[in-house]
């Protein structure tokens, strides 16, 4: 089993200034995926007990040498505190903006750390300055079984399953500090959507109903223009209908856990959708990221969340 | 979409922004889980926060403080509502660029407080929040605040120097005494436990400071710290910040009466209420009176 990979300048970017603080925010602990071709961080892809977090990036959006061997297909996962790892990156980093870097090179190793000890697993970022090399041990769990793995691919291709309907959220960062003022008011969030375009956030208890619609947000998937009688009803209403037509789905979920998820706008994304899946299975909140200048999809990025809901 | 008839609501104003009120609300907040009295009257709102009959906070919203206020309701609407979650639900509309004008109705289908942000233009949401009223089970305890003597004796303190006076005299703890001598003319507090402390405002030397003061008789009166201290805890920054002052008048058995001012609009804010000089019209200020009781002494302390 080897690994053994080299960071690029605009990897080490993408990753200390945007990715990892975002990571961390979500989740202590991810399990690192790495295949031929894609480097994936997962947060609770194994136990849907919380917010489940995919981030997904190209071999090529990352490093300019990757090499992994393992006899599961070319694939090797294991877990890793997020903090840890997001530390050895911002020290390689600082090397690296010093300017004294000839690159940052990232390998599986196993260590002795005390005498007669067995030999731990570590990630090991290695940063060649001019005069010295720096080298930061990132301590991982033992690597996973063929099983374990087979466990994790599957996981991962059911949680990239998109819901009919997305809608684009208008602006990440109000909705971030929207949702963060609903957390005195009550913890449970009921979150809709209509094929119409239109998201409906509130929070309600016995003693408070509070929240903001939105309208006519781009839709992605399935989009049916409003019925003509809904336009002037008041939002509430407009939502009850489209949900008794069967043209919006309406979904129950812990507010901390979709505050978390938005805790991805740390990644700056260009934009966010937000869609329920089929059966009201859960929230899922996708991030998109344009390649630098143009307004298309980069493909060799991607990240979202998946929210489990409460059943009702 | 956002506004339904107001033709059975008793009534139906609208602010141009939460922020002003969000202060005044949080002024008369001393302690997480607050319920607050609701008067509505044609000259405008008044709410009403107590505790353990001892402290008593008012706080008086006119009309014109509203950017459009309809009222028709006969007699005076009373209602409880619970002051934390009124301002919890008022912080929805202040998100920074989002922050609009907020319309204010009540009753609503079921008595409650309905806030609904004021559809504009350039607004991508709407924003409400339906709050359950309590009918309120206690008339509020009426303090009949009557002067003592015929000139009533009261100072005017900037509100800043007073908030600061009474958080230092945290450290000592237990309860203050306000002394007011008229010779020379000057205002302490006094307060003794785990050691002592006094702060005196001469008002010959603090004119800046002590602003105002009329007193013919000494009186010294005692006040639990804790109640004194919710007159000024919460005190938004915009009254420190336009350098106002807090008037304190003593009633009948040293029933203190303490007053402020607050900005209900925010300096930044171009309003026409605000003329080129910065003055702004007494219209665009919420008043607020605390009522505080002095502590029984076995051995009275007044000797007035």
């Given amino acids: 089993m080897k690994f053994k990979a080299s960071l690029t300048n605009h990897g080490i970017q993408i990753l200390e200034k945007r990715f990892l603080h975002a990571l961390d925010k979500v989740g202590k602990t991810w399990h690192v995926y790495l295949t031929p071709d894609h480097f994936i961080f997962l947060h609770n892809l194994l136990s849907f007990d919380g917010i489940q977090s995919v981030a997904q990036f190209s071999k090529q959006a990352l490093f300019s040498d990757y090499r992994i061997a393992s006899q599961t297909g070319n694939r090797i996962a294991f877990t890793l505190e997020m903090a840890l790892f997001y530390s050895a990156l911002r020290g390689s980093a600082s090397i690296c903006a010093a300017g004294g870097a000839n690159g940052v090179h990232v390998r599986l190793a196993k260590k002795q750390t005390k005498s007669n000890g067995p030999n731990m697993p570590f990630l090991t970022f290695e940063t060649q300055g001019g005069n010295s090399t720096v080298i930061h041990d990132v301590p991982i769990s033992s690597p996973l079984s063929p099983g374990d793995i087979m466990e994790l691919q599957s996981a991962l291709e059911s949680a990239q399953e998109i819901p009919p309907t997305l809608v684009q959220v208008p602006d990440l960062a109000k909705m971030q500090n929207f949702v963060e003022r609903h957390k005195n008011i009550g913890d449970i969030l009921k979150v809709s959507v209509t094929q119409y375009g239109d998201l409906l956030v509130e929070v309600a208890t016995t003693l408070a109903i509070a929240g903001a619609a939105y309208c006519n947000l781009g839709v992605l998937g399935v989009h049916v223009d409003a019925p003509a009688e809904s336009q002037a009803m008041k939002v509430r209403a407009r939502m009850e209908l489209a949900l008794e037509r069967g043209e919006a789905l309406s979904v129950e979920l812990k507010l901390k856990h979709f505050a978390k ?52 | 979409m956002t506004s339904s008839s107001s033709s059975s609501s008793d009534l139906v104003c609208q602010l141009d922004s939460a922020s002003g009120l969000i202060d005044a609300l949080s002024s008369v907040r001393w302690k ?40 028709q309701a006969e007699g005076r609407p009373r209602f409880g509502v619970s002051l934390g979650l009124l ?89 203050v005494q306000i002394i007011l001598q008229p010779n020379p003319p000057c205002v302490s507090f006094r307060a003794e436990g785990h050691g002592d402390l006094q702060i005196d405002f001469m008002y010959y030397a603090n ?44 009633g009948m058995g040293g029933l203190l009466k303490v007053q402020h001012l607050v900005s209900v609009t925010r300096s930044s804010t171009q309003h026409p209420n605000i003329d080129a000089s910065g003055y702004q019209l007494p219209s665009r200020i919420a008043y607020i009176e605390f009522f505080v009781k002095p502590e029984v002494d076995e051995d009275p302390v007044n000797d007035a």
């Fill in chain 2, 207 to 250: 004119t800046d400071l002590l602003m105002a003061f009329h007193c013919d008789q000494q009186i010294c009166y005692r006040y639990k710290y804790k109640f004194l201290r919710a007159t000024t805890s919460n005190m938004p920054s915009s009254v420190t910040k336009d350098k106002r002052g807090s008037k304190l008048t003593f």
């Fill in chain 2, 87 to 175: 301002i919890d639900c008022l912080n929805l509309f202040t998100v920074p660029g989002l922050s609009r004008a907020v319309e204010i109705r009540y009753p609503g289908p079921d008595m409650q407080l309905l806030l609904e942000s004021v559809e504009s233009p350039s607004s991508d949401a709407f924003i409400f929040a339906e709050i359950r009223t309590k009918i309120p089970d206690t008339i509020s305890w009426d303090y009949n605040f009557q002067p003592a003597g015929s000139t009533p004796i009261s100072f005017t303190v900037k509100s800043a120097a007073l908030k600061e006076a009474i958080d230092d005299l945290e450290w000592p703890g237990s309860s």
């Fill in chain 2, 32 to 71: 997480r889980s607050q319920d607050a009295l609701v008067e509505l009257s044609e000259h405008g709102i008044v709410l009403i926060v107590e505790e353990s009959g001892c402290l008593q906070a008012k706080l008086y919203l006119k009309r014109e403080i509203f950017a459009s206020y309809e009222y």
């Fill in chain 1, 261 to 312: 998820s938005l805790q991805c706008c740390l990644a700056e994304p260009d934009s966010a959708f937000l869609g329920i899946a089929p059966q009201a299975g859960c929230l899922t909140v996708i991030f998109q990221f344009f390649i630098p200048g143009t307004h298309q999809n980069d493909k060799s990025i991607s990240l979202h969340c998946r929210l489990p809901v409460i059943d009702t």
